[in-house]
């Protein structure tokens, strides 16, 4: 278990600093790229200096630089030069070319792991953290966030590192061929590098709210989408695209105000770069007629100036690029910093030996800040046989479903599956020995094929046709217009309801789990549909540890035991016969629901 200090210390941590520690593993890869970024701008700064030899040949002739190393025909000595020349420009090239595709493999290659790296965290994360947070916020921070991480990478941190190449070789080339003017010259670099570090710091919680607005559209577009039709029955249409507009507003207003801080900052470094550029034109072209400079050198100090000025100005553009790379950065590890509270145990289990007993004692449970759902329950389910649990809404039957598949953690007691705590077992050994089949059904956008052998996903089609014939699914999806290769939309959308539930039982029999759990499966049916599924469940809960949640008491009127609920505890409990002769709860609702059925 991760250590909560630990978490609240990687927080606190400045975000470079954290994308750094994430990128350790990325070493090598970071070092060429940035050994190639720095080749490239001392290559690219080199034709200057070429300019002022060639220019000291003309000038000196037989007495120039290159003369002094042995080349002193004017013609071999332009030669020389024009092959130096191709030899630099060819090598620029070439290193240009490795730090494009080092850094741009770099962030793709980061982009992905630490998309991988969060998704994957993400799953294992408790239902308690999701219930808290918008699928449009999560979706966010896992694709816009770590977009714009790669963008920087992509681009920016090559900016950042020819930059200060070009400082500190202009610097140093400055200072070697002309002292008494380079620091005058120079006099303007402490004060931008001072001037960008106090700006980034500036526009750091701006890109930050900036972030947060871009995730809070993006969880109300998400949550529209998903309630479309709902949207469309209430003619809400308006409504919706009015609360979308105060959203994009919003993203809109926090993004202007950092454009407007971020525009400003090119203007202000270009005034302080022409100081410098000023005093080089200036106190060097004087010192080049007194003959304390060399023309050679003038020309080029003045052509460095210039090849410093433009770098600066992008850094406006990259220092944005850097906030809002930062503000994601935090984003996304803080998400990965999340620690997990539902951990695995190290005990394997054996499906075929299972028997499925699950027994729960003196269990206590409450959602986060809220009052307990649960207090001292408990409840035996015995092997092979059917238990139904029955209660009014709100009685805590569904969050049973949960803490026995340790969606959630129990916060007292325990639960036993086979005498074995439930949280010694291995996770994926526990989920893999149950089969939910849940009144909100899910089906993930695919094929009816693929969404029957969803996790079993190495079941055969002869497999999958035969756990849809005992569903009572095969009629109908025969019927659909491609078979078992018809895509069934988003969620299931192109299906109906029963149809939807069908598919979701003939998903629990392929996968054949020792234990069944039945989480209101027939609720949202018609009684055709319901008695097409009740046929399927009687064949596919013999002999198997089932326990079935249901409101329509008709649907577990032949379990072999059935509790019966009231605010977390278990108040009676028996057969449909012996629980309607104790004349108590499970009797009025049995007459309600009989009273219905009648009118």
């Not at 302080?272 to 004087?286: D, N, P, V, Y």
């Not at 094929?449 to 109908?476: K, M």
């Not at 949640?549 to 278990?570: F, K, P, W």
Request: net charge neutral; proline share 3%.
């Amino acid at each position: 278990m991760k250590n909560p200090s630990k978490n609240s210390a990687n927080k606190s941590q400045a975000p470079l600093r954290r994308l750094i520690n994430y990128g350790s593993r990325y070493q090598t890869q970071i070092w060429l790229a940035i050994a190639a970024s720095i080749l490239n701008k001392i290559f690219d700064l080199a034709p200057p200096a070429l300019i002022g030899v060639a220019v000291d040949i003309i000038i000196k002739k037989q007495d120039s630089i290159i003369a002094q190393i042995g080349i002193v025909d004017l013609w071999q000595q332009f030669v020389f030069i024009s092959l130096l020349s191709f030899i630099i420009w060819s090598l620029e090239s070439a290193f240009e070319y490795a730090y494009a595709c080092l850094w741009r493999n770099l962030s793709q290659t980061i982009e992905h792991n630490l998309r991988i790296d969060a998704y994957s965290h993400l799953q294992e994360l408790e239902l308690a953290y999701f219930e808290e947070r918008s699928t449009g916020t999560l979706m966010s921070i896992i694709n816009d966030d770590i977009n714009q991480l790669e963008r920087f990478l992509d681009a920016g941190a090559n900016e950042v590192i020819q930059v200060v190449t070009t400082v500190l070789i202009i610097g140093g080339a400055f200072f070697i061929l002309a002292p008494e003017v380079a620091w005058l010259s120079m006099l303007p670099m402490p004060f931008i590098l001072w001037g960008s570090i106090a700006f980034q710091k500036f526009l750091a919680p701006r890109y930050a709210e900036v972030r947060e607005k871009a995730s809070f559209i993006n969880s109300r577009l998400a949550n529209n989408l998903g309630g479309i039709t709902t949207i469309k029955s209430f003619t809400a249409e308006a409504y919706e695209l009015e609360r979308v507009r105060v959203e994009s507003e919003a993203y809109r207003t926090s993004n202007r105000q950092a454009i407007k801080y971020s525009a400003a900052f090119i203007p202000l470094i270009r005034i302080l770069i022409l100081i410098g550029f000023t005093a080089t034109l200036l106190l060097g072209g004087m010192a080049a007629v007194e003959g304390r400079l060399s023309v050679g050198n003038y020309s080029v100090m003045v052509f460095l100036i210039q090849r410093l000025l433009w770098p600066l100005t992008r850094l406006g553009e990259t220092l944005d690029q850097y906030q809002r790379a930062m503000a994601s950065t935090n984003r996304v590890m803080n998400l990965l910093d999340t620690p997990r509270t539902i951990h695995s145990g190290n005990q394997a289990l054996s499906l075929s030996t299972m028997r499925g007993e699950i027994l729960i004692r003196n269990i206590g449970f409450s959602y986060q800040a809220r009052l307990p759902v649960m207090t001292n329950l408990s409840l035996d389910i015995p092997a092979g046989k059917t238990t139904a649990i029955v209660g009014s809404t709100g009685s805590g039957k569904s969050t049973l479903v949960k803490l026995i598949l340790r969606l959630y953690e129990i916060g007292e007691g325990s639960i036993t599956l086979d005498g074995v705590d439930i949280r010694q077992i291995k996770l994926r050994d526990l989920r893999q020995s149950i089969g939910l089949v849940s009144q909100d059904v899910f089906l993930f956008h695919g094929t009816v094929a693929d969404n029957i052998a969803y996790g079993t996903f190495e079941a055969t089609p002869p497999e999958i046709i035969a756990a849809a014939q005992v569903a009572e699914a095969h009629e109908f999806i025969k019927e659909l217009p491609y078979g078992y290769d018809t895509i069934v939309g988003e969620r299931g959308q192109k299906l109906s309801g029963g149809q939807r539930q069908r598919i979701a039982i003939a998903r629990a029999i392929l996968k054949n789990p020792p234990i069944l759990i039945l989480d209101e499966a027939t609720s949202a049916v018609d009684n055709e549909t319901e008695a097409a599924i009740q046929r399927s469940l009687e064949k596919i809960t013999k002999n198997r540890t089932t326990i079935a949640i249901a409101h329509r008491l008709s649907t577990i009127r032949n379990a072999d035991c059935i509790y019966v609920m009231e605010y977390g505890q278990v108040v009676e409990q028996g057969t449909h016969e012996e629980l309607l002769a104790l004349q108590g709860i499970y009797t009025n609702l049995w007459r309600v629901q009989e009273g219905l059925k009648r009118v």
